[in-house]
């Protein structure tokens, strides 16, 4: 049976998109993740790939026509299939098409009630395959208006708000808070307030039956806090609160309990944490004192005893182990190493740090000679795929920030195009969001060459593993004072070794010495790019 496929909604503000590019023709045969076309939304382009099988019957928006979300963007069936009554009926078909479609592979060819809608596990980024639902913002029997934030969702990249698209009445969950499930597993089914879903919750897979998360993650943790367990009378003894805000309580060993949200519907956030004055405590009766030291005493293991905790991956964790490993293992990487005199980026940068309102640090400096030096080296910013090499004629580079639960590389977009003051604006703005997990997946990608420091933790030197699709990773060290040799005499100077990891299918050795060569030329010799 044939699948509709409408324009897909890509961000959360998106309304329309563009097609900006077909990369399959009417006929093609189609494999699910293969790539259907490049939409345009109102934050960026983005590849659309196919979640279905069989052969592209019809395209419903040509190339640089632009058309409202949900709107019939392609067909998908077997070869020859008559699609006359998709394409005749009026602008909603489609789409109720579709949902039907999904409902009779799901849910065993259930019938959806008029006014029902089956909504699944979204798929929130490019390289989600599962996702944890963090916390729910409604529960069942609540009123749901399109734009209202149903759930935060945890993917592999970060958490998210996951919000309506749909009115009605919230009739059933599918995945409790905590439980993680694969993408297009039943997440919630909304319709007219009464509706009997039993059928459709009966017939769609759910998610499989786990422990929470917090419980599986650390029992210990979960005893010693009260952070998940106060009650709120107005919340039906339910508090509202953003896993961010969650896990600063915890670390601060604040009970929420006790904080006022100043979020939608009384959430708490993050700043309602940070801000919150605990009470003074009421002091507590001798008789209590008395017995708390024998309730706190520790017993410890003897020596040499063996223990051991499993701490369950959370999704980020899991993409980067895959991402990494796929990068390591089919790149083959080499490491060039070179040091860099650093003295005149001192002067430079407190020179520029004295004007009003402006503070930029040595990584933005690099950042800006990466972007300056891939624009005269052009093989460094490709990127490697079986029967071609991508020559990126645009240079946005990808800054590594770690984050609580591993790594990740927003991305500047058009690096060659900001002076040194726009990219610490930009990656100060991106490191914070980054985070409290606030960016979004086009945030994220694009990257054609990436920048590692861990110079501010004092590592003088280090590799990386290349961020896949790009070409080469610099890893940026410490800032050293030590003898060097200028003019044949022997002074105190300030150095940095950066080491580029190249990918040697695209970078041979003599063109990744080449760029650092520039490199070098450029940070030792700032006033070049002041422009």
Not at 29 to 54: C, Q, R
Not at 85 to 108: F, H, M, Q, T, Y
Not at 244 to 255: N, S, Y
Not at 497 to 506: E, Q, S
Request: hydrophobic share 40%; aromatic share 4%.
């Amino acid at each position: 049976m044939a699948t509709v496929i409408n324009m897909p909604r890509l961000s959360d503000t998106m309304e329309e998109g563009v097609v900006a590019k077909w990369l399959v023709n009417k006929g093609d045969k189609i494999s699910e993740g293969d790539i259907l076309a490049e939409i345009e939304t109102d934050k960026a382009t983005m590849e659309f790939e196919s979640f279905y099988e069989g052969v592209l019957l019809h395209i419903g928006i040509e190339e640089g026509e632009t058309a409202p979300v949900d709107q019939l963007l392609a067909i998908i069936g077997e070869e020859g299939e008559d699609i006359s009554g998709l394409l005749n009926g009026n602008a909603e078909a489609p789409k109720e098409e579709k949902v039907e479609e999904s409902a009779s592979n799901s849910a065993g060819a259930a019938t959806i009630p008029e006014g029902v809608e089956v909504i699944t596990m979204p798929r929130l980024s490019d390289t989600m395959e599962e996702g944890t639902v963090a916390s729910w913002l409604k529960k069942v029997g609540d009123t749901v208006e399109e734009g209202d934030i149903l759930a935060e969702i945890e993917t592999d990249k970060a958490t998210m708000e996951f919000e309506s698209f749909y009115n009605g009445t919230l009739l059933y969950i599918g995945i409790e808070e905590g439980q993680t499930a694969p993408v297009d597993v039943l997440l919630a089914i909304i319709g007219p307030a009464g509706t009997d879903v039993s059928g459709l919750k009966d017939g769609v897979p759910a998610a499989s039956s786990s422990a929470p998360k917090e419980a599986a993650v650390k029992e210990e943790k979960v005893e010693k806090t009260t952070v998940s367990s106060g009650s709120d009378s107005s919340t039906g003894g339910r508090i509202f609160v953003s896993p961010l805000a969650k896990k600063i309580a915890v670390d601060k060993g604040i009970d929420l309990s006790q904080v006022k949200g100043t979020g939608e519907n009384g959430r708490i956030v993050k700043k309602d944490v940070e801000t919150f004055t605990p009470s003074v405590a009421v002091s507590t009766p001798a008789s209590s004192k008395a017995a708390t030291p024998a309730s706190t005493i520790q017993t410890f293991a003897p020596a040499g005893e063996e223990s051991f905790e499993e701490v369950k991956n959370s999704q980020m964790r899991k993409a980067i182990a895959r991402s990494l490993s796929a990068s390591k293992f089919n790149a083959p990487h080499y490491y060039l190493t070179i040091e860099v005199g650093m003295d005149n980026a001192i002067a430079s940068r407190k020179t520029i740090n004295e004007l009003p309102d402006t503070k930029v640090s040595f990584n933005d400096m690099v950042v800006k000679a990466c972007a300056m030096a891939l624009r005269r080296h052009p093989q460094v910013n490709t990127s490697w795929k079986d029967d071609v090499t991508v020559y990126n004629k645009h240079i946005s580079i990808g800054v590594a920030v770690a984050v609580p639960d591993g790594l990740v590389v927003p991305v500047l977009p058009f690096t060659d195009h900001m002076n040194i003051m726009e990219i610490d604006t930009r990656v100060r703005d991106l490191a914070t969001r980054a985070r409290d997990k606030k960016l979004t997946p086009q945030e994220m990608s694009g990257s054609t060459f990436t920048v590692s420091n861990l110079g501010m933790f004092g590592i003088q030197e280090f590799t990386s593993i290349i961020n896949q699709p790009n070409s080469a990773i610099l890893s940026v060290g410490a800032i050293v004072k030590k003898p060097v040799v200028k003019d044949d005499q022997v002074v105190v100077g300030n150095t940095m070794k950066v080491t580029l990891a190249c990918d040697h299918r695209t970078v041979d050795g003599a063109t990744g010495a080449q760029f650092l060569q520039t490199l070098k030329q450029y940070l030792e010799n700032p006033v070049t790019m002041l422009a």
